[in-house]
């Protein structure tokens, strides 16, 4: 029976409580951590039969539960690891679903209603399954939506990007967007490195630019 499990979660209430809801539940809590390097260590060392991670850990509480969770998979395929969060981190959410594995998890908080479905997805994901909570699948199903690479773009950004479209040079745009020809060439150069045009002799990454938006566009 899969019933190891790791908790990562830098609220003492919230690790307590589910330490004695899994507990209660028959499984067996092999460690209970509250920062990214701590999950990270224990993930390797313990290879639980399922860790619940929280995006938002110490020490900078951004994404250092999700990069640990990443980095212990590529050391270990296929550990199952169920997020617990109230953010929707829809990089690495689509990063930790990108290897087709399963053993993949990810609840929002305030959206777990009750502890049957809590404990569902647990054993779910221990068991090699993925338990996605419909509010995380549509914001990324929202995100696949908007045409890539263009969605790596700032609003700034596309108003420059469809002034280079319009065959303004870059002195009109600056005119245009009440912007110095410096901060032009700066977003210039931004678009070109999101749009992944590197340097070349032999290609125009302008025209190339402006024909992945037109291309966008045209869908």
Not at 85 to 103: K, M, N, T
């Amino acid at each position: 029976m899969l019933n190891r499990v790791l908790i990562a979660e830098d609220l003492y209430l919230l690790r307590d409580g589910l330490v004695h809801l899994l507990q209660a539940h028959g499984f067996t809590v092999v460690g209970a951590v509250e920062s990214g390097p701590d999950l990270h260590q224990a993930l390797i060392e313990l290879r639980p039969d399922v860790s619940i991670v929280d995006v938002r850990l110490p020490p900078t509480f951004t994404d250092e539960g999700l990069q640990a969770a990443l980095a212990a998979r590529k050391v270990v395929p296929g550990l199952p690891i169920l997020v617990l969060s109230q953010h929707v981190e829809q990089l690495y959410a689509r990063e930790l679903l990108a290897d087709g594995s399963g053993a993949i998890g990810y609840l929002l908080k305030d959206r777990v209603f009750n502890a049957e479905q809590f404990i569902d997805a647990v054993r779910r994901v221990a068991e090699g399954g993925t338990m996605m909570d419909p509010e995380v699948i549509a914001k990324l199903l929202a995100s696949n939506a908007r045409h890539e690479p263009l969605g790596r773009l700032t609003p700034r950004e596309r108003e420059v990007l469809e002034a280079m479209a319009e065959g303004r040079s870059n002195a009109a745009i600056a005119q245009r967007l009440y912007l110095s020809d410096s901060a032009v060439a700066k977003h210039t150069a931004s678009i070109f490195a999101k749009l992944d045009l590197a340097p070349s002799d032999d290609d125009n990454r302008r025209v190339l630019a402006v024909l992945t938006y037109l291309n966008a566009a045209s869908r």
